[in-house]
């Protein structure tokens, strides 16, 4: 593209000010910025215009949707027939990487932040051992495919090349780039973060549809043999990743979308809710889609109407995943406080300035015909790392690790020390290679095991 092209393009679109600082770049970041631009997609910009225009119109009212919560005897039977999935092959794991944690305001990849109490390992490497336990349990591979984004891929693959991959085979680690999206001023012009630079920022969990097939990764799942794809986010590492009695109902029943949910912590807690819309199948309500009556609202047992909250832990058929690829997700804004560069100046803004788009993977369950939301305890499952400090920071996640360990201790008959507000006295940290679950704990205990300190049983 040259100059006068861009120039003619970016008119059309009444995006003159791109190239506004023009003569005074070099040439180098004149020609970057002349990729930049071409590498725009002017449909979705329009779109992204539409939207601050006039945003879409509220969806019909929602009603609470179910979960599943099956019987032991259902539950055994699943984990059989999941477990059976894994020993064949079929399952792969998807992990997306690609935000940037502003929240935790933690400087590199959130995968690299060293969460373990006592082992101070990484979220990615407490991920990458889980798996590594799995595929030596089924004796089968369980490949692994982590979506990254442009800003932090190089420094995500150093990490894991650095380690090792933690103990997975090369072979069976792949990484893959997100797409990456424009920020929009309120009046609709894009936003330069840099005299020679747009600003773009990742497309949003959602955008892994069309990344996984741009990037060849479906194809690789269906070349290896796969046929369920187990998917989460970076920042839990309490998960039960692949979990067979999930893996198992889901496919026990034909889904193509599952999800685990679990009963929310109060009506404020920021979770999406499951619930059905019209006639039309399962979807997730964003938090801020509710009003406070219904968020508020009680059965007359006195649960939240809206009770079930998704937490981003999935399954996907590889058929729907590749079926729905092409799918255009909607996009939802976020109005942040962005460091830009407008009018002929860098400027640090006080509030927030500009608005970012992102898509949401959620927004592809009502795309499948079978769904299926499984009840699940957030105490054994569920604790991510969001904020620096205060709720869903890393000290609570570190807290709430050695409450599930110290319960595996327990059921292992051994007696861990608590303290007066009942919480183990000491740190607890169990490496998923020693043990991946309380009977696996049991089995493995030295006899006469006491707890009487810090614990790290690897
Ligand atoms: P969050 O919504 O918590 O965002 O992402 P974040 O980027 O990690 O943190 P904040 O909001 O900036 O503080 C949930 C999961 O989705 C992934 C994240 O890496 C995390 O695992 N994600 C998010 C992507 O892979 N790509 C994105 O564009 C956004």
């Known amino acids: 593209m040259t100059y006068s092209e861009a120039g003619a393009l970016l008119a059309r679109h009444g995006q003159e000010h791109v190239l506004a600082s023009w003569d005074t770049l070099t040439r180098d970041a004149q020609a970057a910025l002349l990729k930049q631009i071409d590498s725009l997609d002017f449909t979705t910009l329009?779109?992204?215009?539409?939207?601050?225009?006039?945003?879409?119109?509220?969806?019909?009212?929602?009603?609470?949707?179910?979960?599943?919560?099956?019987?032991?005897?259902?539950?055994?039977?699943?984990?059989e027939h999941g477990a059976a999935a894994l020993r064949q092959g079929k399952v792969g794991v998807i992990l997306v990487a690609g935000g940037q944690g502003t929240r935790l305001g933690f400087d590199g990849?959130?995968?690299?932040?060293?969460?373990?109490?006592?082992?101070?390992?990484?979220?990615?490497?407490?991920?990458?051992?889980?798996?590594?336990?799995?595929?030596?349990?089924?004796?089968?591979?369980?490949?692994?495919?982590?979506?990254?984004?442009?800003?932090?891929?190089?420094?995500?693959?150093?990490?894991?090349?650095?380690?090792?991959?933690?103990?997975?085979?090369?072979?069976?680690?792949?990484?893959?780039?997100?797409?990456?999206?424009?920020?929009?001023?309120?009046?609709?012009?894009?936003?330069?973060?840099?005299?020679?630079?747009?600003?773009?920022?990742?497309?949003?969990?959602?955008?892994?549809?069309?990344?996984?097939?741009?990037?060849?990764?479906?194809?690789?799942?269906?070349?290896r043999g796969l046929d369920t794809l187990f998917y989460f986010q970076v920042d839990n590492p309490l998960v039960e990743i692949a979990d067979p009695a999930f893996l198992g109902l889901h496919r026990d029943r034909q889904a193509q979308f599952s999800l685990k949910v679990c009963a929310k912590r109060d009506p404020a807690e920021g979770l999406g809710?499951?619930?059905?819309?019209?006639?039309?199948?399962?979807?997730?309500?964003?938090?801020?889609?509710?009003?406070?009556?219904?968020?508020?609202?009680?059965?007359?047992?006195?649960?939240?109407?809206?009770?079930?909250?998704?937490?981003?832990?999935?399954?996907?058929?590889?058929?729907?995943?590749?079926?729905?690829?092409?799918?255009?997700?909607?996009?939802?804004?976020?109005?942040?406080?962005?460091?830009?560069?407008?009018?002929?100046?860098?400027?640090?803004?006080?509030?927030?300035?500009?608005?970012?788009?992102?898509?949401?993977?959620?927004?592809?369950?009502?795309?499948?015909?079978?769904?299926?939301?499984?009840?699940?305890?957030?105490?054994?499952?569920?604790?991510?790392?969001?904020?620096?400090?205060?709720s869903d920071s890393p000290d609570t996640t570190r807290r709430d690790i050695s409450r599930k360990f110290a319960r595996w201790l327990d059921a292992g008959g051994i007696r861990v020390p608590r303290n007066e507000a009942g919480d183990p006295a000491f740190f607890i940290e169990i490496d998923p290679r020693y043990a991946s679950c309380p009977e696996d704990l049991k089995r493995r205990l030295p006899k006469g095991f006491a707890v009487t300190g810090d614990t790290w049983l690897r």
């Open 46 to 79: 329009a779109a992204m215009k539409a939207i601050l225009a006039q945003p879409p119109a509220a969806p019909s009212d929602p009603e609470p949707g179910a979960a599943l919560s099956p019987a032991p005897a259902e539950r055994r039977a699943a984990a």
């Open 109 to 223: 990849p959130k995968g690299t932040y060293a969460i373990g109490p006592l082992s101070r390992a990484s979220l990615f490497e407490i991920h990458a051992r889980k798996i590594a336990a799995l595929e030596r349990r089924f004796g089968a591979d369980v490949p692994f495919y982590i979506m990254t984004s442009e800003i932090n891929d190089a420094a995500t693959r150093a990490f894991f090349h650095d380690h090792g991959n933690f103990g997975l085979s090369a072979a069976r680690v792949k990484f893959f780039i997100q797409g990456m999206l424009p920020a929009l001023f309120p009046d609709g012009r894009l936003v330069m973060e840099t005299a020679g630079r747009l600003f773009m920022g990742p497309d949003g969990h959602g955008g892994i549809l069309q990344a996984l097939q741009r990037t060849g990764m479906l194809q690789d799942m269906r070349q």
């Open 273 to 390: 809710v499951i619930a059905r819309r019209g006639t039309s199948g399962l979807a997730i309500v964003e938090y801020t889609e509710l009003t406070p009556e219904q968020k508020a609202a009680r059965t007359p047992g006195g649960d939240l109407q809206f009770k079930f909250g998704s937490v981003a832990i999935h399954i996907f058929s590889l058929d729907f995943l590749t079926a729905t690829a092409k799918a255009g997700l909607p996009l939802h804004t976020a109005h942040k406080k962005v460091p830009c560069f407008d009018g002929g100046r860098i400027i640090a803004p006080d509030k927030p300035n500009v608005f970012k788009f992102e898509k949401f993977i959620f927004d592809a369950l009502p795309l499948a015909e079978r769904a299926l939301a499984l009840e699940f305890d957030r105490a054994e499952e569920f604790s991510p790392v969001k904020n620096a400090t205060g």
